[in-house]
């Protein structure tokens, strides 16, 4: 799928954003550290919270696309940037309370930033490549949809580097995946497992032969999505997002009252006069 050359007003040094040639509504955000194995820095970690703040923001911006540039999505996190001298100075202490809450405000701004996926108002499409590593899992259970390359090769990596998994990876991949006893033994274990077995077990809900066709996939389920009245998606992805942290009833109830609101939309009258018309409804921006 070709881009465009909009960037509708997003520049970063570490991210690639542009939107899809006759599909401006869904934009393209692509780690752009390829030399680094889009390993992300303290830098990475600012620039992908300001851009989901950006989108979330912009009414033009109706579906999204993670991906990575290079070789693979992402090594995880830059360990010799973020634990460099220069920063670990910033929250070294001689009291270990207050350097615990130093690093503890550094924790939650990690999450902060890849959180925003998640709350987010718009879908955002995981496109997974190579290997997708520690934070890359972080990351895409952030994510509404993932797809994936048959040979991606993933790993819940920070076992081996003595510590739990402290970005999200822990809190969403058991939500995300089928199998509570999977999830625990690939966070225990650290091991590699590829496309295929994350696919068995719902990490991913397809797999392609090439990053190409990962790519193509991405684009054409993006365009569909953009294509929906952006209130009927928005709210979607909300009471989704609610329902799976709170019982069936508070879901019940609360969607109930959601659409007190929403069902007053002008955006239902459009969508039924399209399909009994058999034509192709056209919805206002947010």
Not at 80 to 86: G, L, N, R, T
Not at 168 to 186: C, D, F, I, Y
Request: charged share 25%; proline share 3%.
């Amino acid at each position: 799928m070709k881009e465009s050359n909009n960037i509708i007003n997003y520049s970063y040094d570490l991210l690639e954003v542009s939107s899809l040639a006759g599909a401006e509504e869904v934009v393209k955000v692509c780690f752009n550290r390829p030399n680094k194995r889009n390993a992300f820095s303290r830098k990475m970690f600012e620039e992908y919270r300001n851009c989901f703040q950006k989108i979330k923001n912009d009414p033009l911006v109706k579906c999204v696309i993670v991906c990575g540039s290079g070789p693979i999505f992402s090594a995880g996190i830059d360990f010799k940037e973020i634990f460099e001298p220069a920063a670990t100075d910033e929250i070294s202490s001689n009291d270990p309370a207050r350097n615990a809450l130093k690093k503890k405000d550094m924790l939650l701004s990690f999450q902060d930033s890849l959180s925003q996926a998640e709350s987010c108002d718009k879908p955002v499409i995981m496109a997974v490549h190579g290997n997708c590593i520690g934070l890359g899992i972080d990351i895409i259970t952030a994510g509404d949809i993932r797809l994936c390359t048959k040979d991606t090769k993933f790993s819940v990596k920070e076992v081996d580097l003595a510590l739990a998994a402290d970005i999200g990876t822990l809190q969403r991949l058991p939500k995300v995946v089928s199998n509570h006893s999977w999830a625990r033994e690939v966070c225990y274990t650290a091991r590699v497992f590829d496309g295929k077995e994350a696919l068995q077990f719902g990490l991913v809900s397809q797999i392609f032969d090439t990053q190409d066709g990962l790519m193509e996939a991405a684009s054409k389920l993006a365009i569909e999505i953009a294509k929906k009245s952006p209130i009927a998606v928005l709210g979607t992805k909300h009471l989704l997002n609610y329902s799976r942290d709170h019982t069936v009833s508070e879901g019940l109830t609360y969607t109930a009252t959601w659409n007190s609101v929403m069902l007053q939309t002008e955006d239902i009258p459009t969508a039924i006069e399209a399909m009994m018309s058999k034509s192709i409804p056209k919805f206002s921006k947010l």
